[in-house]
C-alpha cells in the first residue's frame, strides 16, 4: 500500500526539536534548546495535586474545566489585571496553550480565513491555521529589536483577515510589546472587525521593569480578543498540561465547541493543584522573575564572550544571539557545529519564519536559559571552545 498523509499536513516538516534532540543525544551534547525548565515547579502545587488525589478528584472533569480552577483563572486576571471575566462562561481549561491554539483556530476560522502571524513564531501556530482550512499572512519582527513595521501590518488586513496572532512576551525573541504597538494592533482589529488571539505564557517572566499589558484591556478589544496562559512556564509544570482561554461569551462558545472534541478535557487533580499555584503569593512570583533574570544575564555574558551579538531580552526564557561575528550566516550549520564541536545544543530559528522571510533568521541562534545555574556554568565552560 502506498499512503499519502492527508493534504492538510502532507507539507509540515519534522520539528526542528526533534533533530536538535537528536543531535544533542548522538554529540552529548548540554541541553539549551528546549524551552521548558529542568527543575520542578513549587513543593505546595505538588501537595494539592497529591491531595487532589487522594480525595477521589480523579475522574473526567467538565469539558470547559473544573469550576474551582475556573474561578482561580478569574481571580488571577482580576489581582494582576483588574479584568473581571465570568469563569462560567468567558473562561475554558485546555490541555495547555498548544491546544487551546488549535481549539481556537478550529472553532474561529473558515477555509479561506486569513490569520495574521508575527514571526518568528512558536512552531504551532502556522500549523493549527492551515489545519483548520486557513492562511497564514507573515508579518516579520525585525532585528535588532524586533519592531513591525506598522505600514507593512496594516497592509496585511483584508476582507478576508479572521484574526491576528500576537505572542506577548514574545518567544523567541523576548519582546515584550509595548502599549504603542498594541494600540496599533486594536485599531486594525476594530477597523477590520477582527479577532485577537494573545499568546501570554510568559506573562510572569518580565525583566528590567518592563510591564506585560494586556491587549484584552485596550477601549473596544474585550468583546473581540481571546486571552491564552498556561501553568507551563509560570510554574515549571510543562507535562502536566493545563492552560486557559478567556475571552467574550460568543467567542468563548465557538472554542469550547471545538475543544469538546479536540480533548474532551483536562487531567483533573492537575487542575486542582493548577488552582492552588493561581493562588501563590505575590513573593513567589517577583523570586520567579529574579531568578530567570538571574540567569539570563549570566548566560548572555557567556554567549557575549564566546563572540555573539547578545540583545538582552525583556522576557521569557530565551537569548537570540548573532552568530555572523563568528563567521556563520546560517543557523543550521551553526547549530550542528555547536552540538557536535561545542557540545552545546541550541535551535536554528528560521524555522520560526515562512519562507519569505527566513533570511531574518538565518542570522541568529535561539539558546534558553530556564535550566539550573549548574548547567548553565557547565554550558558556559564549553562555550569558551568556540571560533572567536
Not at 97 to 114: Q, T, Y
Not at 210 to 230: C, D, F, N, Q, V
Not at 249 to 275: E, F, G, K, W
Amino acid at each position: 500500500m502506498s499512503f499519502t498523509p492527508a493534504a492538510r499536513v502532507s507539507t509540515f516538516g519534522t520539528s526542528v526539536f526533534t533533530e536538535i534532540t537528536q543531535l544533542a543525544i548522538q554529540h552529548n551534547a548540554i541541553d539549551l534548546s528546549t524551552g521548558f525548565p529542568d527543575v520542578d515547579g513549587p513543593d505546595e502545587v505538588k501537595a494539592a495535586c497529591y491531595a487532589a488525589i487522594r480525595e477521589g478528584k480523579n475522574q473526567y472533569a467538565l469539558s470547559h474545566g473544573e469550576p474551582e480552577l475556573r474561578r482561580a483563572i478569574a481571580a488571577h486576571a482580576e489581582r494582576f489585571y483588574g479584568q473581571s471575566p465570568n469563569p462560567d462562561t468567558e473562561i475554558t481549561v485546555t490541555n495547555g496553550a498548544a491546544e487551546a491554539l488549535h481549539s481556537i483556530m478550529d472553532g474561529i476560522v473558515n477555509p479561506g480565513d486569513e490569520v495574521i502571524v508575527f514571526e518568528p513564531f512558536y512552531d504551532v501556530y502556522a500549523p493549527n491555521v492551515i489545519m483548520a482550512g486557513g492562511v497564514p499572512r507573515f508579518v516579520p519582527l525585525r532585528p535588532p529589536h524586533w519592531d513591525f513595521d506598522a505600514a507593512e501590518l496594516t497592509a496585511s488586513f483584508n476582507n478576508r483577515t479572521r484574526a491576528i496572532l500576537i505572542n506577548t512576551p514574545h518567544n523567541p525573541t523576548g519582546k515584550v510589546y509595548s502599549r504603542a504597538e498594541l494600540e496599533t494592533i486594536a485599531a486594525l482589529c476594530q477597523k477590520w472587525d477582527v479577532v485577537a488571539i494573545t499568546d501570554e505564557v510568559y506573562e510572569h517572566i518580565i525583566f528590567d521593569g518592563a510591564k506585560h499589558e494586556r491587549l484584552a484591556l485596550l477601549p473596544g478589544m474585550a468583546e473581540r480578543t481571546l486571552t491564552i496562559s498556561s501553568m507551563s512556564k509560570t510554574f515549571s509544570f510543562t507535562g502536566w498540561r493545563i492552560g486557559w482561554v478567556i475571552g467574550p461569551p460568543d467567542i468563548t462558545r465557538a472554542v469550547r465547541l471545538a475543544h469538546q472534541y479536540v480533548l474532551d478535557c483536562s487531567a483533573t487533580p492537575m487542575q486542582y493543584a493548577a488552582a492552588a499555584a493561581l493562588g501563590l503569593d505575590d513573593e513567589y512570583y517577583t523570586a520567579l522573575a529574579a531568578d530567570y533574570q538571574r540567569k539570563r544575564d549570566y548566560l548572555a555574558d557567556a554567549v557575549r564572550e564566546a563572540g555573539l551579538e547578545v540583545t538582552i531580552p525583556s522576557a521569557g526564557f530565551f537569548i537570540m544571539g548573532g552568530i555572523k561575528p563568528l563567521g556563520f550566516d546560517d543557523d543550521f550549520a551553526f547549530c550542528k557545529y555547536m552540538a557536535a564541536e561545542v557540545g552545546v545544543a541550541v535551535i536554528p530559528p528560521s524555522m520560526f519564519y515562512s519562507d519569505k522571510n527566513k533570511a531574518l533568521g538565518k542570522g541568529h541562534a535561539r539558546f534558553a536559559f530556564c535550566k539550573t545555574m549548574d548547567l548553565l556554568e557547565r554550558a558556559r565552560a564549553r562555550l569558551g571552545r568556540m571560533i572567536t
